[in-house]
């Protein structure tokens, strides 16, 4: 089946730390990868995605590659910033209707 | 700017009494989605609507209820809300390709008393 593993949190960083979050991923096929951010009390945003293998998706300085020989997504940040502190979910998709998460890594970020 | 709506974002309701939370888009996109999210958790999806068509997940309880009135507006009624249905409801929107995202509005924080 299709299903997603996230790194567990929470994870604390030091403001201008280097990030990365692991994920890793289970499907048949080439799904599309996404990273979505929450923050407290908030809905889920899209933070980057990528479609297809060797795709880096990018956006606010976040980076992803998708890695279908490592089944991976890992999300990573060179300088993070106290503003990044949230829940960071990564997902996959094979089609428009389904939508599997992981259970989301909590970043925070201490000045 | 094109988004999702939801309202109210803050919802308190009595243990049994009915209440109906509202999303709205101006995306123009055909499928829309109402997920569940407890604290510390992941969405969990309740059900969804492509076009007209209503797709409830298989562990949907009952008590969850859904309509759509047209292209723009997606309801959900809960019909006796339960101590345990207090939650963030988050409705989500998508176009038909399988390449498309889905595209979140804030949520409804839904307390029961």
């Known amino acids: 089946g299709n299903s997603v593993t996230q790194m567990e949190g929470p994870v604390t960083l030091s403001e201008e730390a280097f990030l990365t979050i692991n994920c890793t991923y289970t499907?048949?096929?080439?799904?599309?990868l996404f990273w979505y951010v929450q923050y407290p009390g908030e809905g889920l945003q899209l933070l980057l995605k990528a479609t297809k293998a060797d795709d880096k998706g990018s956006n606010k300085g976040f980076e992803a590659t998708y890695r279908k020989e490592t089944t991976s997504f890992h999300l990573e940040k060179g300088s993070v910033q106290v503003s990044d502190s949230a829940v960071y979910f990564c997902a996959l998709s094979k089609g428009a209707n389904n939508l599997f998460f992981g259970t989301g890594t909590r970043l925070t970020v201490i000045p | 700017d094109a988004m999702v709506i939801q309202n109210p974002r803050y919802q308190v309701t009595q243990f049994g009494k009915p209440v109906t939370l509202s999303c709205s888009q101006t995306?123009?996109?055909?499928?829309m989605y109402w997920y569940q999210q407890k604290s510390s958790q992941a969405p969990k999806l309740l059900f969804h609507y492509y076009d007209k068509d209503f797709n409830n997940e298989a562990d949907t309880p009952d008590n969850f209820q859904s309509r759509r009135p047209n292209t723009s507006f997606c309801f959900l009624d809960i019909r006796s809300p339960g101590l345990g249905d207090a939650a963030m409801y988050l409705c989500?929107?998508?176009?038909?390709?399988?390449?498309?995202?889905?595209?979140f509005g804030p949520g409804t924080r839904l307390l029961v008393l």
């Open positions: 499907a048949t096929g080439y799904p599309s």
């Open positions: 989500a929107t998508s176009g038909i390709d399988r390449q498309e995202t889905q595209y």
């Open positions: 995306l123009n996109h055909n499928v």
